[in-house]
């Protein structure tokens, strides 16, 4: 019994220096755990059943690189630009923003492709804490924009609720939206550069093995993503544009 045991210890500690046993640190913030995460873990799972994801969730992701940058996380997503550090980064996705509103509002109606001047005095609703540079009024290059704010909440189901009851009209991107959700109509904003969606690390560490399948692995989800986002939105304006 002693021999069988040293002989998995012994197991144990090959998987642990070969990379295909451990802990692998991920940190998130929400659209992405619930658009990308789901499809990752599953096929990461089955292939490294000895690495366990630990998630660190938080809006901000200047806080998340921070965590990179002081060893406590391997990976984080984080949306473009990436904040001066020893970062490495790959860009996974373009994740374009929409305007969500009540399904039987007039601007869901509207046939035009909505650009921010049609944002003009609504009371609006959208995140609340992260970096300056993805606030979404200086995304949208119109700070003005923020007088017009009438809720900011870290929580995409509660932006969307608000939205479906009319409180407001969500000014938040695709990962965010939730296009099946009853009561709401999701329009894309036209003539607003998207966010970019990304995945960094830290590049004067190693990274064992299981990093980067999980790198591939987002890649690959990342890329599903972005043919859905494509094929929905485009089917909402067409249905839009029909007389």
């Not at 197991?11 to 220096?17: I, K, Q, S, V, Y």
């Not at 969500?100 to 609006?124: M, Q």
């Not at 009853?182 to 960094?200: D, K, N, W």
Request: hydrophobic share 45%; charged share 25%.
């Amino acid at each position: 019994m002693v021999r069988s045991r040293l002989a998995s210890a012994a197991a144990d500690l090959d998987a642990l220096a070969s990379g295909t046993a451990g802990v692998l640190r991920v940190g998130c913030y929400q659209s992405v755990g619930a658009r990308l995460l789901p499809p990752i873990l599953r096929e990461f799972s089955t292939a490294w059943p000895q690495v366990e994801v630990q998630l660190t969730e938080t809006q901000d992701d200047g806080e998340l690189l921070r965590d990179v940058e002081r060893g406590a996380l391997d990976l984080t997503f984080i949306v473009f630009p990436l904040a001066a550090g020893p970062f490495d980064a790959v860009e996974l996705l373009e994740d374009p923003y929409v305007l969500v509103v009540r399904e039987d509002s007039e601007l869901a109606r509207r046939p035009s492709p909505l650009t921010p001047r049609d944002l003009a005095g609504l009371p609006l609703i959208t995140y609340a804490q992260m970096r300056d540079v993805h606030a979404v009024e200086n995304r949208l290059g119109r700070p003005g924009l923020r007088r017009q704010m009438v809720f900011r909440s870290n929580d995409n189901a509660t932006i969307l609720g608000l939205a479906a009851e009319g409180v407001g009209a969500a000014v938040i991107s695709w990962l965010s939206a939730d296009p099946y959700r009853p009561g709401i109509t999701v329009r894309p904003l036209g003539r607003v550069s998207p966010r970019i969606v990304g995945i960094a690390w830290h590049r004067d560490r190693y990274r064992i093995p299981a990093a980067e399948e999980f790198i591939r692995l987002t890649r690959s989800a990342a890329e599903q993503e972005q043919q859905q986002a494509s094929r929905l939105l485009d089917q909402a304006e067409r249905r839009t544009a029909a007389p």
